[in-house]
C-alpha cells in the first residue's frame, strides 16, 4: 500500500507545526553563528554544508529532520542583513510583517500570469502598482507600474520599451550608472551605451549637454537616485530640462533613493522625478522588504502595450473581450509569484508616515557614522552622505590595506562591509538599512576596522 502524500501548505495544522520546526531552526542557527556571518570564509562555509549529507539519498529523512537540519544549516552559515555589522550592501532585513505575507503568498500560489489563477491577487496588484505609480507621478493622469525582480529587471524593460517606442535608441548614461543598464542595450541588442564621466560622482550637466549635442538618433538618457557605490544622486531637474531640450527620453533608476518619496524629510532629494517617462524603484532595498520587490513606474500607461502578448490558455480573445482581465502583459515572465502581497501588507500597516520614518532613522543613522569617523583620527571620511552609505577609510592604509582589513573582517566572522572605489582610491562601505542599529554598533564597526589596521 503506497504512502500518504506529504500534507499541502493549505493545510493549516501541518503547516503551523512545519513552522515551529522552522522558527527553532533560524532561532538555532543564529544562536550557533553569533556574529554578522560564518567565520572562516569560503572553504568553511562549503565544509559544513558538504557534511550534511546527500543532497538527494535515496530515502528522505522526513520533513522535520530536513526542514530543521537545512534551516538551522542556512541560519547558521547566513550573512545576516538583521545583524547590525552586516552592513555591505544594499540587502535589507525585512520586516517580519512581509516575511509573513510572503509565506502567505507562497501557501496559497498564486500565478500571475492568467486572472482564474489569481483573481484577488490580480486585483490586489493594479490597486497597489496604481498607488505606487501615483508616489512616483503624482501630477499624471493614470500612471501606471510593473511589479518586477528589481533593478535590473526594471532597467531592461525601460530600454526595452524605449526601444519599442523609437525602433532603435542610443541610451546615454553616466559613469556611476548601474551595471543593469550596459547588461540591457547587449541584451536587446542596442548599441553600446555612450558614457559620460562622472568625476564627482553624479552626472555633470554641461558634459551631458555636450554629449547629447553630437548625438544622432532617438536618444534615452538614464540618470541615477541612489548610486550602489556612494548613494549619490544625479541632479535630475537639470538633466530633464537637457532631455527636454535635446528631445530625448528620461529614465531615473531610483532603485535605491526611490523610497525617500515617503520621507516628508528628505522627500525633495528626488526633486524632478516625476519628469522622467519611466522610473526604477527597489522596495526591497529601502523599503525592508523580502527579495523580490521591484516596480518600473510609467508616466504614460499606453508606453506598456508593447509588452502585450497572446497565448490562447491564457488570455484568450473572448475571455479578455468577456472581461477577465489580461495579465500576461504585466511582465516578460510568465508564472511569477504575487510578490505584491508583502508590499501591500507593509504600506497598509505603515502607511506612508511609518515607511517614512524608517526611512529617516536609516539617513540619520548614516550621519551619525559620518559625525564618528570625523571625529576619527586614524580614520578619513569620503564625503557626507546623501542617502544610508559611509565610505570610510585608514588615513595609513593603502590600497591593498583597505581590501584586505575587509577580507579579515569577513574571515573573522566579525563584520560584513563592502568596498568602493572613488577618486581613485579604494574606501571601506558602509550601507545602513538597518532601522534597528544603535550608536554602539556604529563604534563597534569603527573599532573592528581600526583593530585590524593595526595587526
Known amino acids: 500500500m503506497r504512502a500518504a502524500p506529504p500534507p499541502l501548505a493549505v493545510d493549516p495544522t501541518a503547516l503551523s507545526h512545519l513552522l515551529g520546526t522552522a522558527l527553532d531552526a533560524l532561532r538555532e542557527g543564529t544562536r550557533a553563528r553569533g556574529g554578522p556571518l560564518p567565520a572562516g570564509g569560503p572553504e568553511a562555509a562549503a565544509h559544513r554544508i558538504d557534511r550534511l549529507g546527500a543532497a538527494l539519498p535515496p530515502r528522505g529523512t522526513g520533513p522535520h529532520e530536513a526542514l530543521h537540519t537545512l534551516v538551522r544549516a542556512l541560519a547558521e552559515g547566513a550573512a545576516d542583513p538583521a545583524h547590525p555589522l552586516c552592513a555591505a550592501h544594499l540587502h535589507t532585513p525585512p520586516l517580519a510583517l512581509a516575511v509573513a505575507a510572503d509565506l502567505a503568498a507562497s501557501a ?55 526601444r519599442e517606442r523609437h525602433g532603435t535608441v542610443q541610451a546615454v548614461i553616466g559613469a556611476n550608472a548601474h551595471h543593469s543598464l550596459r547588461r540591457a542595450t547587449w541584451l536587446l541588442g542596442l548599441p553600446q551605451p555612450i558614457t559620460v564621466p562622472t568625476p564627482n560622482g553624479t552626472l555633470d550637466p554641461a558634459a551631458l549637454d555636450e554629449a547629447l549635442t553630437h548625438v544622432r538618433g532617438p536618444l534615452l538618457v538614464a540618470a541615477t537616485a541612489g548610486t550602489t557605490d ?15 531640450t535635446h528631445g530625448a527620453d528620461l529614465h531615473v533608476d531610483a532603485a535605491y533613493g526611490g523610497p525617500l518619496l515617503f520621507s516628508p524629510t528628505h522627500h525633495h532629494l528626488l526633486d524632478g522625478l516625476d519628469r522622467a517617462r519611466t522610473v526604477t524603484v527597489d522596495l526591497h532595498k529601502l523599503g525592508w522588504q523580502p527579495a523580490a520587490a521591484g516596480i518600473l513606474a510609467v508616466r504614460d500607461p499606453t508606453d506598456l ?70 571625529k576619527t583620527p586614524g580614520l578619513e571620511l569620503r564625503a557626507r552622505p546623501t542617502l544610508t552609505t559611509v565610505l570610510f577609510r585608514p588615513r595609513s592604509a593603502t590600497d591593498d590595506g583597505v581590501a584586505a582589513i575587509r577580507r579579515t573582517l569577513l574571515t573573522e566572522g566579525r563584520a560584513v562591509l563592502g568596498r568602493a572605489r572613488a577618486d581613485g582610491r579604494l574606501w571601506l562601505k558602509a550601507t545602513l538599512l538597518n532601522p534597528h542599529a544603535t550608536p554602539d554598533d556604529l563604534t563597534q564597526i569603527l573599532t573592528l576596522v581600526e583593530g585590524s589596521t593595526h595587526r
Open 230 to 244: 556612494e548613494g549619490l544622486i544625479d541632479p535630475v531637474p537639470a538633466i530633464a530640462d537637457l532631455c527636454d
Open 305 to 374: 502595450a508593447p509588452l502585450d502578448h497572446t497565448a490562447d490558455y491564457l488570455n484568450a480573445a473572448d475571455d479578455t473581450e468577456a472581461g477577465l482581465p489580461d495579465l500576461l502583459g504585466r511582465s516578460l515572465r510568465t508564472t511569477r509569484r504575487p510578490d505584491v502581497l508583502k508590499t501591500a501588507v507593509t504600506l497598509r500597516a505603515l502607511g506612508r508616515t511609518g515607511l517614512g520614518a524608517l526611512v529617516d532613522r536609516c539617513m540619520d543613522l548614516a550621519h551619525d557614522l559620518a559625525d564618528l569617523v570625523e
Open 108 to 162: 496559497l500560489n498564486p500565478s500571475m500570469d492568467s486572472w482564474d489563477q489569481a483573481p484577488a491577487a490580480s486585483a490586489l496588484e493594479t490597486k497597489t502598482t496604481a498607488a505606487l505609480a501615483a508616489e512616483v507621478f503624482p501630477g499624471a493622469e493614470a500612471p501606471d507600474a510593473l511589479i518586477t525582480t528589481g533593478g535590473t529587471e526594471s532597467n531592461q524593460l525601460a530600454l526595452l520599451l524605449a
